[in-house]
């Protein structure tokens, strides 16, 4: 069968639908007003997952009937169209925003790395080995964390053509729209199991890894096998409301965090069903095929990767305002249509050097130049091109760095004058052995008193100023053996691999129960125990348990109250550049606006976890539950500060030095003593 180029190009025009690209339109708006404000829209980030449906659609659409030669025709050719859609934007986005990272970051190192992975694809799997939250605000500060997706895709596409080709489907073959679903749908159910499985016990995994984003893709290439192979199905779809799906979607990105796994299925089945059922005469049709809905959703490629920067620029410098709104929105819209206009359209649609391996070449020598300048800017160049004032204060390093002209930045573990010291202690990568459980472990002044094994993550370490106190009063012992991003959990089903965590977990509680004697005492907390909800009671029963066979005390800190934002933007930078800085005019004053949410909220959010360990703490006598947030929270509202003291360095919740040493020090201290835990 042979097909010369325009009737190529008509047939690809033949099976264009505008209605998919109103559909993108929608996905990409919604994306953009959750990174806006999600209080807004707390679920639009749910519109990546419909991206990822329609690019299975898509992606199969234009593969169905397209003619190929061979095998090295069919891979070379979608290698081709894959490069000059993506490439091109992205590199121009990622060589900009380098530079204009670097210009207002002293320190842009993540993003920088982040940029390049993003280049080959692999910037999800940096993100993750970086063990990143998405939803932490700490995240907002790169300016290249939205490029996972752009990771998972890519990887999807190594993938599929392999199973398009082989199954015969690209080959056209008798069976090969059969076999294909048949191999796809197989491997949909095991992804599906897989991003089940892992979410609870490792969210990022589940996440950032292709693997566990399949299934939503195929999702979209199974929904288009299905309509072309039985149209009974597509007709029974028709059937079902367009407008009524679309309702149900936006009433789904209302949901809370806790519902994000039965959010992401419902938006993925029910985006399937409203690429079925929106034709022609019904009223999200004539929405979706409006002009300009249409335009939005052809640069909606270049509108999400430029959004991102804006934001995070901003985040970076005058930060993210009811008055600042309109200008960022007119910036993103004007970049990403110069973007469409200039680079995307012309070299995607453009012969680039009549043959593909030219093409190929170029592509992958573009990649190759850009990531030498991106190493530039980190390793000759790296704070040349700061627009900012150079720090002189090396917190840990210098003495002058005290607490008084850094009150935010994060001390811990440091107990004076002890081998508790933070570079030793604090650990960010492997996992804890026993060697740094004994380097850091102070014995008790005398025998006879109590040892406090700190056990949890970073904000657990973040109360070291009180365990300082502690021993200074009562001459305890202390053993930090706590890690960053690694919650206590003796069930070993955290596992975070890129922290170690199940190793860590399995190597303290076997120290804890080894070195711990009777009286002595595991003060530990959960970062985020919605995270885990699948398994967090048995977890902390298990811990209960533990303590009891030594007959030892458990300390267990209710959740810490927590802001996406003190003040949208300029706030998150506050601990790590306090300098006053042309570009961040409000950027000391807003380190100390006042910020707040209602006690209610935090309640709702954490019914199910402070019921857990109310009646866990009821059911054992040597389990005590501290209600952090009944000091940190008042009758109406959780508040940011307490008596004009902010009481966090962070806006993820790390307790603030002032407040560890000024508060919690007296307050755990009366608590101690009233539960005769300590003499």
């Not at 530079?99 to 982040?114: E, K, R, V, Y």
């Not at 199973?163 to 076999?179: D, V």
């Not at 949909?188 to 890894?209: C, K, R």
């Not at 996406?564 to 000391?588: A, D, H, M, Q, V």
Request: proline share 5%; net charge positive.
């Amino acid at each position: 069968m042979s097909i010369n180029i325009k009737e190529k190009d008509l047939f690809i025009k033949s099976c264009y639908r505008p209605e998919i690209d109103g559909l993108r339109a929608f996905a990409v708006v919604a994306v953009i007003i959750n990174h806006f404000n999600k209080d807004i829209l707390p679920g639009g980030y749910l519109g990546v997952d419909i991206f990822f449906v329609i690019s299975g659609f898509v992606i199969t659409s234009s593969l169905y009937q397209r003619p190929s030669k061979n095998f090295r025709d069919f891979i070379s050719g979608f290698y081709e169209r894959r490069i000059k859609r993506l490439v091109p934007a992205l590199s121009v986005f990622v060589l900009i925003t380098s530079i204009a990272i670097c210009l207002f970051n002293p320190q842009p190192i993540t993003s920088l790395i982040t940029g390049l992975t993003s280049l080959f694809g692999l910037s999800n799997l940096y993100l993750l080995k970086q063990s990143t939250d998405y939803f932490a605000q700490t995240t907002e500060l790169n300016v290249f964390t939205h490029t996972w997706s752009l990771g998972v895709e890519e990887q999807f596409y190594i993938l599929f053509p392999f199973l398009i080709w082989f199954s015969g489907f690209g080959r056209q073959t008798k069976n090969g729209a059969r076999n294909l679903f048949l191999i796809v749908l197989g491997l949909t159910i095991a992804s599906l199991i897989g991003f089940l499985y892992l979410y609870p016990i490792n969210q990022s995994a589940a996440y950032f890894l292709m693997p566990t984003r399949f299934w939503e893709m195929a999702a979209g290439c199974l929904i288009f096998i299905g309509f072309q192979k039985r149209k009974t199905i597509e007709q029974i779809l028709e059937k079902v409301p367009p407008i009524f799906v679309l309702t149900l979607i936006v009433g789904i990105m209302y949901l809370p965090m806790s519902w994000a796994t039965t959010s992401t299925i419902a938006v993925v089945i029910l985006t399937s069903v409203l690429i079925a059922s929106v034709k022609k005469g019904t009223t999200a049709y004539t929405f979706f095929t409006n002009p300009k809905v249409i335009y939005i959703g052809l640069i909606s490629y270049s509108l999400y990767l430029w959004h991102w920067g804006v934001l995070s620029i901003s985040r970076w410098t005058i930060g993210i305002h009811w008055w600042s709104v309109p200008f960022q929105v007119a910036l993103m819209l004007g970049l990403a249509i110069a973007s469409y206009q200039y680079i995307e359209t012309p070299l995607r649609k453009g012969n680039w050097f009549g043959k593909r391996w030219k093409t190929l070449v170029v592509g992958g020598g573009v990649l190759l130049t850009l990531s030498g300048a991106l190493y530039t800017l980190s390793q000759p160049l790296k704070g040349r091109i700061y627009l900012g004032k150079k720090s002189k204060c090396k917190p840990y390093q210098d003495k002058t760095c005290t607490s008084a002209n850094h009150p935010h930045r994060a001390v811990t573990p440091f107990i004076k004058g002890t081998k508790i010291q933070r570079k030793k202690c604090f650990m960010y990568r492997g996992p804890i052995t026993d060697e740094v459980m004994d380097l850091c472990t102070i014995k008790p002044k005398v025998k006879t008193l109590p040892t406090i094994f700190v056990a949890g993550s970073s904000y657990a370490h973040h109360f070291s100023p009180v365990f300082e106190d502690l021993r200074n009063e009562f001459g305890i012992g202390i053993s930090m053996i706590s890690k960053a991003a690694c919650d206590l959990d003796p069930l070993l089903r955290i596992r975070n691999d890129s922290f170690s965590c199940k190793d860590s977990n399995k190597n303290r509680i076997s120290y804890i129960k080894k070195n711990a004697k009777e009286g002595d005492i595991l003060f530990t907390l959960a970062t985020s125990p919605l995270k885990f909800d699948k398994f967090f009671k048995k977890s902390v029963v298990k811990t209960a348990k533990i303590a009891r066979n030594k007959n030892i005390n458990v300390v267990y800190l209710t959740p810490i109250p927590r802001w996406e934002r003190l003040k949208p933007g300029i706030s998150s930078t506050c601990g790590r550049n306090p300098e006053i800085e042309w570009f961040r005019p409000l950027g000391n004053k807003d380190c100390g606006l006042y910020s707040e949410i209602n006690r209610k909220v935090y309640n709702e959010t954490n019914k199910e976890t402070l019921k857990t360990l109310k009646k866990i703490d009821q059911s054992f006598p040597n389990f005590h539950v501290y209600p952090i947030h009944e000091f940190l929270c008042d009758s109406a509202k959780c508040p940011s500060h307490k008596n004009s003291i902010r009481l966090y360095r962070d806006n993820s919740g790390h307790i603030s030095l002032y407040a560890a040493k000024q508060y919690f020090s007296s307050e755990i201290r009366s608590f101690l003593i009233q539960r005769k835990l300590i003499q």
